[in-house]
């Protein structure tokens, strides 16, 4: 027996008059995962990730939260997601603890006092809570949107690029938050374009590009199939030529021949260190651990390095 999938879209797809923003995304997302939704501008994830939330009508194809078809159960689909969305939109006339309050109504949890100064405090928000929301600042408004979203416990919380425009000290908080939501039950589905937040905090990433699944895994895996420890030496003066040695591992040396990049071998390092002794004048030596930031971009045929 397989456990219900938190998310599953198969085969979805979303054709816009211009654009088929979605060409056949099938994905499945377990109970309990924080799982990342990657890609580049355009690629696709908001309208993925609105088809979920029943913000947007697929054209083809289906989705699914928790086994709830979000067309068919439209209902019940909808009451079990909370939603950041990319775009700030907000009701300025509330101040955050009513705007609270009306989304628990709103989602058919009993308001509860509380939760919400939890929720207030989790997002740094507590001495703004009685504040109207125009008067907020655009980071101030940032975090009410993060606050709605989480305030009823829904199971699948996704989060369209929450750390936009957000200042170091909440993306840390959020960040500590969310492993804390997940913690007590909740799946989190998020996009960002901080790739280094994905590598840190995902358990699996998808990448997506220009509407169709290009990579599905854990990070750890993406880059070691996909990423290259490298040895990277700088030497005082312009190399005259590689050494055989180090040309046979695929050493490469940069255009003011001073800079010179070699892969890192899983075994032998010893070896390497040696054939690097033949290198005269080196004035800095390090390792470059791949991260998931080169991987996208070699799957996403962007800009290297
Ligand atoms: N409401 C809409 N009407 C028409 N086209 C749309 C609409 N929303 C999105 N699109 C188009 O669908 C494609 C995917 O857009 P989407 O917003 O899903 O991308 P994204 O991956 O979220 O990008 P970003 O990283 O910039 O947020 C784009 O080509 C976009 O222009
Ligand atoms: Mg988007």
Wanted: net charge neutral; with cysteine.
């Amino acid at each position: 027996m397989s456990v219900v999938a938190a998310v599953e879209t198969v085969a979805l797809r979303k054709r816009y008059p211009k654009v088929e923003a979605l060409r056949g995304v099938s994905l499945r997302i377990e109970p309990g995962e924080i799982f990342a939704l990657l890609g580049p501008n355009g690629a696709g994830k908001t309208t993925w990730i609105s088809v979920v939330c029943g913000l947007v009508r697929p054209t083809d194809g289906s989705a699914a939260v928790m086994g709830h078809d979000v067309v068919r159960e439209a209902m019940a689909a909808r009451r079990l997601v909370g939603l950041v969305p990319q775009e700030v939109v907000f009701d300025p006339f509330f101040t955050p603890r009513e705007a609270l309050r009306f989304q628990m109504g709103y989602f058919g949890v009993r308001p509860d006092g509380a939760r919400i100064d939890e929720v207030l405090a989790a997002v740094g928000l507590s001495d703004k809570a009685d504040t109207n929301a125009r008067e907020l600042s655009g980071g101030m408004k940032r975090r009410l949107l993060i606050a709605k979203a989480l305030v009823h416990r829904p199971k699948v919380v996704f989060l369209d690029e929450p750390t936009a425009g957000v200042d170091v000290e909440l993306r840390r908080d959020l960040w500590a938050y969310v492993r804390r939501v997940r913690a007590e039950g909740a799946t989190i589905v998020l996009t960002t374009h901080y790739l280094e937040e994905a590598e840190q905090l995902a358990d699996r990433v998808a990448v997506i590009d220009r509407g169709a699944l290009i990579a599905l895994d854990r990070p750890a895996t993406l880059l070691a199939r996909h990423g290259e420890k490298r040895i990277r030496v700088e030497l005082g003066s312009p190399l005259e030529a590689l050494p055989p040695p180090l040309a046979a591992r695929g050493a490469t040396v940069d255009a003011s021949r001073r800079v010179l990049e070699c892969p890192f071998p899983a075994h032998g390092v010893s070896d390497l260190l040696c054939d690097l002794a033949a290198l005269q004048g080196v004035v800095d030596l390090r390792t470059e651990q791949p991260s998931l930031e080169q991987v996208f971009l070699a799957l996403t045929g962007g800009e290297k390095r």
